[in-house]
């Protein structure tokens, strides 16, 4: 099984600031199978980026994932206040599929 | 626009079978190389992929829960069930039906439409 530890547990940010999110994994996979999907309180995931770097219809251009191997990063280069959520990668190249246990984004 | 819904008791009893539905609407379940799955989230924690099921009744299962899983498929009316039997307290979480992104191999795909979940608690 591939172990996914995400990375900060919690990120303290200001709108209009950059947020970077981290996500290694336990044993390199094909990047094509990395996802990042954003939760917020009392709703289901959304995906943000899947294939590690594409970003999913109607997710603004703020939003990009990079990496590849055992590390990758989801980037949010100035965050809005609807951005404030808890952000959870996924890998789906291997079974069983397997979520990083989430990195929590707020406002500082 | 694809529109997924759960639905099922919300509570169960400790040693009982959990039952639940996802009803599917907006598209149909058996389009080619359509692959769903389950999705459970306990209070507070992250979140934990439970099955797969292919709309020709191909099914993959988490090896964590495999010994109490059946997840199935009823095209004619566009659904798919989860059963889960012997339930504890462990399993008390929101559920989540999800539909994978069309692909030949279900390994290839991610999670693209989601439910809103519904939220089973395991308690007498």
């Known amino acids: 099984e591939i172990v996914l530890t995400q990375s900060p547990g919690t990120l303290s940010l200001s709108p209009g600031e950059r947020a970077t999110l981290s996500c290694r994994a336990s044993q390199s996979f094909s990047s094509s199978n990395l996802a990042w999907y954003q939760q917020k309180p009392g709703q289901a995931p959304r995906l943000l980026i899947y294939g590690a770097s594409s970003r999913a219809t109607g997710i603004p251009d703020r939003f990009s994932g990079s990496g590849s191997g055992t590390d990758f990063t989801l980037t949010i280069s100035r965050l809005e206040p609807e951005d404030f959520a808890v952000y959870y990668c996924q890998q789906y190249g291997n079974s069983p599929l397997t979520f990083g246990g989430g990195t929590k984004v707020e406002i500082k | 626009q694809l529109q997924l819904q759960e639905s099922g008791p919300r509570l169960v009893k400790p040693s009982e079978t959990l039952s639940l539905t996802c009803t599917v609407s907006g598209g149909s379940i058996s389009s080619s190389s359509s692959y769903w799955g389950w999705i459970r989230q306990p209070p507070g924690k992250g979140l934990e992929w439970i099955g797969t099921v292919y709309y020709g009744g191909t099914t993959y299962y988490n090896p964590s829960l495999k010994s109490r899983l059946t997840i199935s498929v009823d095209t004619p009316n566009n659904h798919f069930s989860l059963k889960l039997t012997s339930v504890t307290a462990a399993d008390t979480a929101v559920y989540y039906c999800?539909?994978?992104?069309?692909?030949?191999?279900?390994?290839?795909?991610?999670?693209?439409?989601w439910g809103q979940g519904t939220l089973v608690t395991v308690s007498s």
């Open positions: 999800a539909r994978l992104s069309p692909h030949f191999d279900w390994l290839l795909s991610y999670f693209d439409f």
